[in-house]
């Protein structure tokens, strides 16, 4: 996310960084160098325009000028610049306090308008929502059949008159349906074209006035860049959009749509995409995010991911086991289960501070490997889980050939196995480190 961006805004602090004080002229030479990373990382011209003119403006002042440690001053500077622009503080979707609250997607085709609509409806339904999706969109080929996929694949029921009926009428339906059933979410999808025309408008129109939204999300894909902010400002001069869903952020996307939508429109970034699974969307933080583009990491979100993958009794089943020196491959293979939960593990590494922007860029992480991993374990029968060491060389055999793998691979496992339990003996010994590292909850690796 942002790796391009990051690394360029962490280039152009070095120049600041190579200087014991700082005059006038050095700020100005080394914005400059801000202000072309983050041209080239496709941020609205106007917005870079008004970013480097506060930031300069702050950066002359006796707090940086006569500080010991100038360069450090400049990054909190951009940092706290940069929360700004994004909107300072975390925007929360709107919950009607008369039921049902009603969600209009909104936005061009391609965005991710109607992937996002159920994503949204999975991460209220886990909040302990009741949600129902309305399919409105009745012009792209199987656009209703994607949203009842969606559906079926969350748990959450779709609402559809097929795709000969008008939009508005749907729509209206859909809102009567949820009122008499007893939903309190209404999400109701509707048509994207390729590009913004009059008729898209004024049928968008037609449903805001016929099921009065609570909040209407404009969806935006990221790696358009520019013209993200276009799309945006049409959008948002046509239907008055209460917040923005950002998708693709997990894609090569160069930031510019994260730093420019706030600002150029006025209405905050609620949600962001940062994946294809259900659910890889995420509550949109300024503060986070200004984190991860500057390299600092996001702990906070990590923290949060560990959190909901992990099971508190489990992590304390687990450090008894550790304790007592019973941990088996059993649940090693429970911990990998864990980690999976979590998601991507670049997209992880990436919030971990003291990660360089650029370093992962050609480390390739292979996720295949945790499968192979799994396989191998699953492979195994419950005795030789608990006691590796009976695993001799007809049994490594059998495993491998169970597992689709090589006895080279098992071999692997087993000596990566032996030194984490070798790990535990140590961490044990001196004291059990407390969580995913550091933070909270126990794991092994």
Same mark, same amino acid.
């Given at each position: 996310m942002f790796e391009s961006l990051s690394e360029k805004l962490?280039?152009?602090? @070095?120049?600041?960084?190579? @200087?014991?004080?700082?005059t006038e002229a050095d700020v100005k030479s080394g914005m400059r160098e801000i202000k072309l990373a983050l041209l080239e990382a496709d941020v609205n011209f106007k917005v870079v325009r008004d970013f480097v003119k506060m930031v300069s403006e702050r950066a002359v002042g006796a707090e940086v000028l006569e500080s010991l440690l100038p360069a450090q001053q400049i990054v909190k500077i951009v940092n706290e610049e940069m929360i700004r622009l994004m909107g300072e503080t975390q925007?929360?979707?709107?919950?009607?306090?008369?039921?049902?609250?009603?969600?209009?997607?909104?936005?061009?085709?391609?965005?991710? @308008?109607?992937?996002?609509?159920?994503k949204l409806a999975g991460m209220y339904k886990k909040q302990g929502k009741n949600p129902l999706l309305v399919a409105c969109d009745v012009y792209r080929p199987a656009a209703i059949r994607q949203l009842e996929i969606v559906g079926e694949k969350l748990d959450i029921p779709v609402f559809t008159l097929g795709d000969k009926e008008k939009p508005v009428k749907i729509a209206k339906e859909g809102l009567k349906y949820a009122q008499k059933? &007893?939903?309190?979410?209404?999400?109701?999808?509707?048509? &994207?074209?390729?590009h913004i025309d009059e008729e898209l408008m004024g049928e968008l129109q037609d449903i805001k006035k016929a099921v009065d939204p609570t909040e209407i999300l404009l969806t935006v894909d990221a790696m358009i860049g520019q013209d993200a902010v276009t799309v945006a400002e049409h959008f948002n001069e046509q239907l008055d959009v209460t917040g923005v869903i950002l998708t693709k952020l997990d894609g090569d996307t160069r930031g510019g749509a994260a730093l420019s939508v706030r600002h150029v429109t006025g209405k905050p970034i609620k949600f962001v995409g940062v994946?294809?699974?259900?659910?890889?969307?995420?509550?949109?933080?300024?503060d986070r995010m200004a984190s991860?583009?500057?390299?600092?990491?996001?702990?906070?979100?990590?923290?949060?991911?560990?959190?909901?993958?992990f099971d508190a009794k489990q992590a304390a089943e687990l450090e008894k086991k550790i304790r007592q020196s019973t941990f088996t491959l059993d649940d090693y293979l429970q911990q990998f289960a864990q980690l999976r939960k979590m998601g991507n593990i670049e997209s992880l590494l990436g919030m971990m501070p003291g990660i360089k922007p650029g370093a992962l860029k050609d480390a390739k992480i292979d996720e295949r490997q945790l499968a192979?991993?799994?396989?191998?374990?699953?492979?195994?029968?419950?005795?030789?889980?608990?006691?590796?060491?009976?695993?001799?060389?007809?049994?490594?055999?059998?495993?491998?050939?169970?597992?689709?793998?090589?006895?080279?691979?098992?071999?692997?496992?087993?000596?990566?196995?032996?030194?984490?339990?070798?790990?535990?003996?140590?961490?044990? &010994?001196g004291g059990m480190k407390r969580g995913l590292f550091g933070f909270g909850k126990k794991m092994p690796f």
């Open positions: 962490n280039n152009a602090f @070095k120049f600041f960084r190579n @200087k014991g004080k700082l925007a929360k979707l709107t919950i009607s306090p008369k039921p049902p609250t009603v969600v209009m997607m909104v936005g061009l085709q391609g965005a991710g @308008k109607t992937t996002h609509a159920g059933k &007893g939903y309190d979410m209404v999400i109701v999808d509707t048509a &994207g074209r390729l994946g294809e699974k259900l659910d890889a969307i995420e509550p949109f933080y300024p991860r583009i500057l390299g600092m990491g996001d702990v906070l979100s990590l923290i949060e991911k560990a959190e909901q993958a192979r991993t799994e396989a191998i374990i699953r492979s195994m029968t419950m005795k030789e889980r608990e006691r590796p060491e009976v695993i001799n060389a007809s049994r490594k055999q059998r495993i491998a050939k169970g597992s689709g793998t090589s006895v080279e691979d098992v071999n692997k496992l087993l000596k990566q196995f032996d030194q984490v339990r070798k790990m535990m003996k140590q961490m044990t &010994g």
